[in-house]
């Protein structure tokens, strides 16, 4: 009997590409709603400033979620 690992084909993604899925993703779809919003004309009042700081809350939401899930 030889102790030899068995090839595993259920390879789980590394800890900084599932934060980096989760951060992309998130901000994908907060930046298509701001777009959309942006467009209709209903958000036109928010600052750029504003729009930053939800990019930065998303960017954070995205490491908080990818560290969860890798836990």
Same mark, same amino acid.
Request: hydrophobic share 55%; aromatic share 10%.
């Given at each position: 009997?030889?102790?030899?690992? #068995?090839?595993?084909?259920?390879? #789980?993604? +590394?800890?900084?590409?599932?934060?980096?899925?989760?951060? /992309?993703? /998130? %901000?994908? !779809?907060?930046?298509?709603?701001? !777009? @959309? %919003?942006?467009?209709?004309? %209903?958000?036109? =009042?928010?600052p750029?400033?504003?729009? =930053?700081?939800i990019?930065? +809350?998303?960017? +954070? @939401?995205? !490491?908080?979620?990818? !560290?969860?899930?890798?836990?």
């Amino acid at each position: 009997m030889s102790k030899h690992p #068995q090839n595993n084909n259920n390879k #789980q993604l +590394g800890t900084t590409a599932t934060i980096f899925l989760y951060i /992309f993703g /998130f %901000l994908l !779809i907060i930046t298509a709603i701001i !777009i @959309v %919003l942006r467009g209709a004309g %209903l958000i036109d =009042w928010l600052p750029d400033y504003a729009l =930053w700081a939800i990019g930065l +809350g998303v960017i +954070g @939401v995205g !490491i908080i979620a990818g !560290i969860r899930s890798v836990t």
